[in-house]
């Protein structure tokens, strides 16, 4: 299990997945023309307003952005253990990527929405490529699957 380089592939994307719920991936900042000055960050749950870094205020809930933030890592640990079961870690894979790029999706929605609602300027910190990496390593992973997957059919038709 560890020896296959699908398994470091996933390790990360679970230890850089688990990362992504301890920072925040986007910042806002009011424009430079407005009345008052406001600081807002997009953490794990929810964006705040850090203004007074003293007392964050809590102005919106990310709960969609969190269950997706939290799930994603979870079914690549999962995937690691299902090592036998090779097509099946595939299919899961195939989920989690869909599920990184529906991460970007909820993303855009609630920096749409916080920039329509509290008239701030947004700007992405690199925590926000976390997603992108972890899609990646899934796709490398899941090819060294297949490849592991053709190469015992190979070996069976060789018997």
Known sequence: ??????TLYLTIVVISGTLLCFFAPVDFISPENAENYRELSMTFTGVYDITNRAMPVRLMNTVSLSIISVVIPLIALVN????????????????????????????????WFAKENFFVEWYMTPWAAIPLVN?????????????????????????
């Open 135 to 159: 899609l990646v390593l899934t796709l490398m992973a899941t090819r060294a699957i297949l490849k592991d997957e053709a190469l015992v059919r190979a070996a069976d038709r060789l018997r």
């Open 80 to 111: 690691i253990f299902l090592f036998k079961r090779r097509i099946l870690q595939a299919r899961i894979n195939v989920v989690n990527v869909v599920l990184c790029l529906g991460w970007y999706a909820i993303y855009a929605v609630y920096i």
């Open 1 to 6: 299990m560890i020896q296959r380089i699908q």
